[in-house]
């Protein structure tokens, strides 16, 4: 069945570090994926995503890099900031006219100045 | 503010009471989804709307729960006899599929805060 999971629940970094988090997902079907961070007591804020027509996708401070070979996903933050420290969550959508999103069970990231 | 709105943002209800929430998605947005969150979870799908109408529905989304879309723009999720169970964050989001290099980015409200005791 579809599934999207992460591998680590928690990851703590320093203040300036850069900070990876992972993702594996086991529908191939999937060709969409958004990463979103979430704040206590906040809804998701989208951060980035990309298509599975691409390897690589760059934004402000953050890379999302795909591996559809492994089915693997994963997040970088460049220079970390305390203000970066929240849940992380990785979403599919596994096409189909629905657009609904599958997430992943999450990652606490913390930052220690 | 110009994002997704959800009212209310806490509510308190006794098991078996019925509840409803309202989400008012961002203005040109046409599809609006459902998705309910509990501790330490991702949030899980419950039903999509494209414009008034209500495509899809989980299997999460029981006899007790339904979902409205009246004029494609506001929408209101009850819950009937509501159940501990039910004990969640119901977070509202939408999306354009106006854009189609956006396809699909889903904006979140701040969600509503639903305890049954």
């Known amino acids: 069945g579809e599934s999207v999971g992460l591998h680590l629940p928690t990851l703590s970094v320093q203040e300036g570090d850069n900070s990876i988090i992972n993702c594996a997902y086991s529908?191939?079907?999937?060709?969409?994926f958004i990463w979103y961070k979430q704040e206590s007591g906040k809804g998701p804020q989208f951060i980035i995503d990309i298509r599975s027509n691409m390897d690589k996708r760059q934004g402000q401070r953050v890379t999302v890099l795909l591996n559809k070979t492994v089915k693997h996903l994963s997040l970088q933050i460049a220079a970390t900031q305390p203000g970066d420290s929240a849940v992380y969550f990785c979403a599919e959508n596994s096409g189909g006219s629905n657009y609904k999103l599958t997430f992943g069970k999450g990652t606490l990231l913390t930052v220690n100045p | 503010d110009t994002g997704v709105s959800q009212d209310p943002r806490h509510k308190i209800t006794k098991r078996g009471q019925n509840v409803t929430f309202r989400c008012d998605p961002i203005?040109?947005?046409?599809?609006l989804y459902w998705y309910r969150q509990t501790l330490g979870q991702g949030p899980e799908f419950l039903t999509y709307f494209q414009n008034e109408a209500q495509l899809e529905k989980s299997r999460l989304l029981s006899d007790r729960f339904s979902a409205e879309r009246p004029k494609g723009s506001f929408s209101t999720l009850e819950i009937q006899r509501t159940e501990q169970g039910d004990s969640a964050m119901y977070l509202c989001a939408s999306s354009s599929s106006v854009n189609n290099l956006a396809k699909n980015i889903q904006y979140f409200g701040a969600g509503t805060r639903l305890s049954v005791l």
């Open positions: 203005s040109e947005h046409n599809r």
């Open positions: 529908n191939s079907a999937s060709d969409y």
